[in-house]
């Protein structure tokens, strides 16, 4: 409120930059959003899972840029990401304020009015530009998944595809592990663990616990529950999120139920 105060006392006049000083000026702009509404959607640290007042305000601030900014599709392509992300919020968490898994999600509570939305801003994009940005690619893989009735419908082969698309234009060791499991679910979990163990050496992975949590996972998928039980472990004592430790501190523990199973 005191900037506004000062720019109309100031009568300082507001424009949208143009030419090189535009592109520099919204990168750094969707890139703020983006992490803004990312804390709000997956918490790094506390007790809730979500915080939506962060997702809340990064979609006011997507929606006003996409109005300063009409003829920008990685503009359109971030707002149609973090619609139809947020379509997600109320199947994300459990009565308990538990997470619940994508593909366990009860649909029926997906936001529909969102995801219209999110489509409608993606459509918006595509008829902008043929080349497509992360900001659009992320939001085509959301679309796999908004336009999937139910989670065994999901466009798993699009999914990978368009993965391997974005790693090309923006190469990133988290791009390759969110690929790795859309790989599990279109050729299975060997074929995921194949694409991760390559990431185990990544600096920027050694302390992010969703590396060992995919793993933990895709061993689980294999039957072998002990090494499962340890990366849960892993995962849990790395992430600073409540809600997240208590998913895989249980997960911990029944992999380790159905290895002393296995032993009997």
């Known amino acids: 409120m005191r900037a506004k105060r000062t720019l109309a006392q100031e009568q300082i006049p ?28 997956s918490a790094t640290a506390g007790q809730d ?5 962060l997702c809340e305000e990064a979609l006011r601030l997507g929606r006003i840029l996409a109005e300063l900014a009409p003829q920008e599709p990685e503009v359109h392509g971030l707002v149609a990401l973090m619609e139809i992300q947020a379509s997600r919020s109320r199947a994300r968490v459990g009565a308990a304020g ?38 659009r690619l992320q939001a085509e893989i959301a679309a796999c998944h908004a336009r999937a009735v139910t989670a065994a419908e999901t466009d798993w082969a699009r999914i990978v595809s368009l993965y391997g698309e974005l790693a090309a234009i ?14 599990c679910m279109l ?13 185990l050496k990544e600096p920027v992975l050694k302390t992010y616990h969703l590396l060992p949590s995919v793993r933990g996972d895709m061993l689980a998928r294999l ?3 002990g090494e499962a039980r340890a990366q849960f472990e ?4 790395l992430t ?8 895989l501190a249980a997960r911990a523990r029944e992999s380790a139920r159905r290895a002393q199973e296995s032993a009997e």
């Open 170 to 183: 923006a190469p990133s060791p988290i791009i390759e592990l969110n690929r790795a499991v859309a790989v």
């Open 187 to 199: 050729s299975g979990p060997q074929a995921a663990l194949d694409l991760l163990d390559p990431l």
């Open 98 to 135: 538990e997470p619940i898994l994508l593909l366990d999600q009860n649909r029926a509570l997906w936001d529909r009015l969102l995801i219209r939305r999110g489509l409608g801003a993606l459509e918006r994009a595509d008829k902008l530009s043929t080349a497509r940005g992360p900001y």
């Open 240 to 247: 600073r999120n409540v809600r997240e430790q208590m998913l």
């Open 49 to 53: 899972l979500m915080r939506v007042t």
């Open 14 to 41: 507001f424009e949208v930059p143009r030419g090189p000083e535009l592109a520099a000026r919204l990168a750094s702009a969707l890139g703020v959003i983006y992490l803004i509404f990312n804390e709000g959607y």
């Open 234 to 237: 892993r995962a849990a004592a």
């Open 223 to 225: 039957g072998r529950h």
